[in-house]
């Protein structure tokens, strides 16, 4: 008899643990298809990392106060991974030792009501919480916590308020989704509180695997307790898959198997949660299994531990003593003490199944007029519970209000046919489930989850999201176009917005030292300006800046700008595991914003897990929620990219056109949107457009005067079309704002077409000297350095160093690409045939990567291939490189000559 359908450890970790997507009913599994999930008392968990990174912390900085936090707040989630209350004292060791450094630190103190939370001292954390809200009203996590002590304390139109509070301050913030679904189960909304459930998991990390199993269950918890037991077995499944052998998962299913009077699984599987969940409520339910079971002998043992437990005060819990007050309730011989228990639980706290079991212990004692104000008083919250409803028919019995108690036993029936009251309520009532239970649409109702796209191979699942209204098919300018002259006044950067910012953070800094909103937003300013620039300088200001916000505050919703910048900075420095580490870590403080996913995905997408990152955009967007024009362009111009990689190059287009539209009306810095129009012309160049490369090109330099990419990509297009002075001269005015190596590479080779061998070469030693000039710009442009030499015949041993040196952070198909033509230099024509392939699996349709796959295939004497591949690299883009698009045709000439010269040798032997 399962008195509340949340687990143990309910609402806690909503605020400590992270919380999280999307839409559309999400897979619980669909980012976890090969990832090492482990079961809870494994050694590779969220919670034991996030020990080990704090621990870590501390052993570098003793004296570091939020580290303490951190390690207290990971004990907490940990508590929640393997049930284990040990963990707590763990917690609160973590808390004593940052309290002693400093005793008012707001943070600590918070973690203080999470810790009296979760040993179910409710009161006392209210009042502590309510103190912390008069410090900050503005702190979104301290409502939630008082809202949580109040569900416990029954006092449900404060608790609301405070959840509205939560939303009101940041829309669609996990914690207040979590805390509104536990509310509206409350309020008898089962369907909506799965549904805010559903948001709340769409919106957690990936990585969080404990996290996305824990909404799984309270996900199952109502579908079993609405009779869904077949939903919840679903959910529970995939739940095992993301985290197995959690206690929670164990005790949900052990409680359908009841339900399909599978008695006997049913006991295996408590007894295995009874080994790790430490209160006493799980030999409870194993006890009733084991009479279900028509083991009594069995039973009575469990029972009896479970009694010596709860009499404990060290090892019981509020669940464990309203199973106590239930279980002597059903004995007349023990009744007066089932009633002695529930009148001091009521004491303390009015929630509607302390609310319940106070009832029935009444009912149990001939007090039905006290036991029925109890049930009506639970009953107004609007719960529909089947056991509740029972009980209220049975006390309605005894008073002779014979209309009523049909009525309650109606509903207890209606409620969750599959429920174990369901017999109970038939029979008092003199009913028949037919009569009672009304016939449904198989699919009326439905919380079940489905799988997404996410859950697809990459092909699939970049193709149902994004897709386009209406492909639209690049023309394929095979003339050489008519270039427009780019205006003098866009050839040179004109000044931004960003170093007022830069000055303006610096100077609330300066006032106010202890800042972290103040270090975000310089971090943030740094990282902006090393966009605009491409000073890598930048990336290590705003990394201080970044880390000194997230020393001070790391684990606040306001800590989320600061993560996520953090990310973008390791993003611009290839550091992609690390990326993707703080991008997880801005999702797992559940503020609602989903935009980190951008950052996941791209992360992904240069690791080369298309899979991942398809369905990390797919995240971007939010279920039953419009987007933002800044959330649409932070889609839609990553699926653009996706498109292009998968071989769809129109829809690429297509997308990046709707993405430029979207960042026009989201109003984008002007460096951010002039990379859109660039983007676009890439795709267009590729798609052998040079008109519109051109158009697009050129919008994005009027859009950032200056724009050193646009300013290259003018100048590469014009080289490939044979108009070398003014590429000369636009790739001048590129390197003169930014010395890429590969822009100054290009203008070698441009000197080189023409003949001025002396200046290529001037232009070939600056590419080395920059490419190895400092240790991020080594990080930075492995794979140019790598090509350079490639292509020009140069250190070819280095060549394929550099070239592995990157795969072994990327495995992207440009780094598969920079890898065979390494090896296809080096003479390794076997090696570059494998690198090549996973270069061209998934169909780009990238002439220089066909036509490096081209020149390896006739190297193996694999004709056809080659004919085939170097065929469609002209085909893609017949200017696709100065001196490439020569070679590629010269070559596939010579390999129809020798398809001559064989076909005329065997007609002559004939």
């Not at 502590?128 to 916590?145: F, H, K, Q, T």
């Not at 919840?232 to 898959?241: G, K, N």
Request: hydrophobic share 45%; net charge negative; charged share 20%.
């Amino acid at each position: 008899m399962r008195s509340s359908p949340y687990t143990t450890f309910a609402l806690l970790s909503v605020f400590v643990c992270g919380a999280g997507f999307a839409q559309q009913a999400p897979s619980l599994i669909e980012d976890r298809r090969g990832a090492s999930s482990q079961a809870a008392m494994q050694q590779d968990t969220p919670a034991l990392h996030r020990i080990a990174d704090a621990q870590q912390q501390i052993a570098a900085d003793p004296k570091k106060v939020q580290a303490y936090n951190e390690l207290a707040l990971a004990f907490l989630c940990r508590t929640r991974e393997t049930a284990d209350p040990k963990y707590l004292k763990d917690a609160e060791s973590a808390l004593a030792q940052g309290l002693k450094l400093n005793s008012e630190d707001f943070q600590l103190q918070r973690t203080q009501v999470s810790l009296m939370l979760s040993r179910h001292q409710f009161a006392q954390a209210r009042e502590l919480g309510l103190e912390l809200e008069r410090r900050n009203p503005d702190d979104i996590l301290s409502y939630g916590l008082i809202s949580e002590a109040d569900i416990a304390l029954g006092n449900y139109p404060e608790a609301e308020e405070k959840a509205q509070w939560m939303m009101n301050l940041r829309p669609n913030n996990t914690p207040a989704l979590i805390l509104g679904s536990r509310l509206r189960v409350l309020f008898g909304g089962n369907h909506g509180a799965i549904d805010f459930l559903y948001r709340a998991y769409s919106q957690t990390s990936p990585d969080e695997v404990e996290e996305l199993a824990w909404i799984a269950n309270q996900i199952a918890s109502i579908q079993i307790a609405s009779g869904q037991t077949d939903a919840a077995t679903h959910t529970l499944e995939q739940a095992e898959q993301l985290f197995p052998h959690y206690p929670a998962t164990l005790e949900n299913l052990a409680t359908i198997r009841m339900t399909q009077n599978r008695a006997s699984d049913a006991v295996q599987l408590w007894m295995q949660a009874a080994s790790m969940d430490h209160d006493p409520h799980a030999l409870y339910e194993l006890a009733q299994a084991q009479q279900a079971a028509g083991d009594s002998e069995a039973a009575h043992a469990t029972s009896a531990k479970f009694v010596r437990l709860v009499s404990d005060p060290s090892s019981t819990s509020d669940q464990s003593r309203l199973d106590m007050i239930l279980m002597y309730a059903g004995n007349s011989a023990t009744a007066a003490d089932a009633l002695k228990l529930a009148e001091k639980e009521v004491a303390a706290r009015q929630d509607v199944w302390t609310l319940d079991a106070y009832a029935w212990a009444l009912y149990a004692n001939a007090k039905y007029e006290d036991a029925d104000a109890a049930l009506q008083k639970a009953m107004a919250v609007g719960i529909q519970s089947a056991q509740i409803l029972d009980h209220a028919g049975h006390v309605a019995q005894k008073l002779g209000r014979n209309e009523d108690a049909s009525k309650y036993f109606k509903l207890s029936v209606q409620s969750n046919p599959s429920s174990e009251f369901t017999a109970d309520a038939l029979k008092s009532a003199n009913l028949t489930a037919e009569k009672v239970i009304p016939q449904q649409n198989p699919a009326q109702n439905s919380t079940d989850l489905v799988l997404n796209a996410a859950s697809l191979p990459v092909m699939a699942a970049i193709n149902q999201v994004g897709q386009p209204a209406e492909a639209v098919t690049a023309p394929m300018a095979k003339m050489v176009p008519e270039f427009s002259p780019v205006p003098e006044a866009l050839l040179t950067p004109k000044p931004t917005d960003t170093s007022r910012v830069i000055h303006s953070a610096q100077a609330i800094l300066a006032s106010n030292p202890k800042n972290p909103e103040g270090y975000a937003g310089l971090g943030a300013a740094y990282f902006q300006r090393a966009r605009e620039t491409g000073d890598v300088s930048d990336y290590q200001l705003a990394e201080e800046a970044l880390t000194k916000s997230l020393d001070i505050d790391s684990s606040d919703f306001s800590a989320a700008d600061a993560l996520e910048s953090m990310a973008e900075v390791c993003m611009g420095e290839h550091r992609f595991a690390d990326a993707l580490k703080y991008s997880q870590k801005a999702l797992s403080l559940g503020t609602g914003d989903v935009s980190p996913f951008a950052i996941v995905g791209d992360a992904y997408a240069d690791m080369g897990e298309y899979d991942k990152a398809a369905a990390a955009y797919a995240r971007l967007t939010p279920r039953d929620m419009m987007l933002s024009p800044r959330a649409a362009f932070a889609r839609d111009s990553r699926l653009s990219y996706l498109k292009f990689v998968t071989g769809d190059t129109a829809a690429a287009i297509s997308l990046m056109k709707t993405a430029v539209a979207e960042g026009v009306e989201a109003q984008l810095p002007r460096e951010n949107l002039s990379w859109l129009y660039y983007e676009l012309g890439e795709y267009e160049m590729q798609a052998g457009d040079p008109a519109s490369a051109d158009a697009a090109y050129l919008a994005a330099l009027k859009t950032h005067p200056g724009d050193y990419r646009a300013l290259a990509a003018l100048g590469k297009l014009r080289a490939n079309n044979g108009r070398y002075d003014e590429a000369i001269e636009l790739y001048q005015k590129a390197i003169a704002v930014v010395p890429m190596p590969i822009f100054v590479a290009e203008l070698g080779d441009l000197y080189a077409k023409a003949g001025n061998k002396a200046e290529a070469q001037k232009q070939y030693a600056l590419v080395e000297y920059i490419g190895l000039l400092g240790h991020i710009n080594q990080v930075l442009h492995n794979r140019d350095l790598a090509l350079f030499y490639a292509d020009h015949d140069m250190k070819l041993a280095e060549a394929l160093d550099l070239a592995q040196k990157e795969l072994e952070v990327r495995h992207d198909v440009y780094t598969w690409d920079a890898l065979a033509w390494a090896l296809y230099k080096n003479g390794k024509l076997a090696e570059a045939a494998q690198a090549s392939e996973k270069a061209t699996r998934f169909g780009t349709r990238d002439s220089l990567l066909l036509f490096h796959a081209g020149m390896i295939a006739a190297g193996l004497g694999q004709r056809e291939q080659a004919h085939m591949e170097l065929k469609q690299a002209l085909e893609v883009n017949p200017h696709f490189h100065v001196f490439y698009a020569k070679a590629a045709k010269v070559k596939l000439d010579a390999i129809d000559a020798q398809a001559t010269a064989k076909e005329g040798s065997n007609d002559h032997a004939r």
